[in-house]
T-cell receptor, first 111, second 112 residues
Framework: SQELEQSPQSLIVQEGKNLTINCTSS?????LYWYKQKYGEGLIFLMM?????EEKSHEKITAKLDEKKQQSSLHITASQPSHAGIYLC???????????FGQGTRLTINP | KAGVTQTPRYLIKTRGQQVTLSCSPI?????VSWYQQTPGQGLQFLFE???????NKGNFPGRFSGRQFSNSRSEMNVSTLELGDSALYLC???????????FGPGTRLLVL
């Protein structure tokens, strides 16, 4: 089973709508990373969260890490076509420089 | 600063051959990690090097190996290629433990 569970696996939203992607772990997360990937390309770093209750925002994207450091959410406000892609959460579960990743969430933005 | 670069970007090999992939980290980064991404298994950790030493290793067979040079550049080698080795191989660099890893564009390997 996956150490990190992402939901939903696929998401289709209309341009301008808000959306949320979740990432859940059964273990404590030492560091939680959100990346975006265009198909077949490298990962683009979005945000990193380390402290329980931490919240970070960049442009229209907000990421939160819950107090227990076992769940994170990524929220996009007023979605745009440029937000389309695959969103991946990655976590440092063992405290070493070894990330495990969720299965990814494929986001499609319809005009 | 230039980002993480990987060469080659695309590669086609046949079963039984071996392949070497290269990764140049962001200037100043001493940690280099390698990942394999496939549709079925997703993104999986291969190994991580820091200052020329392998610090972490994932659950891959011994056919997968790597090394890091004094300038932090890293190479990954896969020997006796199998069809299942077809994947996108991603390299990431970082400054150290629990620091953000920045990914390169990847090398797409196709094994025929």
């Amino acid at each position: 089973s996956q150490e990190l569970e992402q939901s939903p696996q696929s998401l289709i939203v209309q341009e301008g709508k808000n959306l949320t992607i979740n990432c859940t772990s059964s273990k404590t997360l030492y560091g939680l990373y959100w990346y975006k990937q265009k198909y077949g390309e490298g990962l683009i770093f979005l945000m990193m969260l380390q402290k329980g209750g931490e919240e970070k925002s960049h442009e229209k994207i907000t990421a939160k890490l819950d107090e227990k450091k076992q769940q994170s959410s990524l929220h996009i406000t007023a979605s745009q076509p440029s937000h389309a892609g695959i969103y991946l959460c990655g976590a440092d579960i063992g405290g070493a420089q070894k990330l495990v990743f969720g299965q990814g969430t494929r986001l499609t933005i319809n005009p | 600063k230039a980002g993480v670069t990987q060469t080659p970007r695309y590669l086609i090999k046949t079963r039984g051959q071996q392949v070497t992939l290269s990764c140049s980290p962001i200037s100043g980064h001493r940690s280099v990690s390698w990942y394999q991404q496939t549709p079925g298994q997703g993104l999986q950790f291969l190994f991580e090097y820091f200052s020329e030493t392998q610090r972490n290793k994932g659950n891959f067979p011994g056919r997968f190996s790597g090394r890091q040079f004094s300038n932090s550049r890293s190479e990954m080698n896969v020997s006796t290629l199998e069809l299942g080795d077809s994947a996108l191989y991603l390299c990431a660099s970082g400054q150290g433990l629990q620091e953000t890893q920045y990914f390169g564009p990847g090398t797409r390997l196709l094994v025929l």
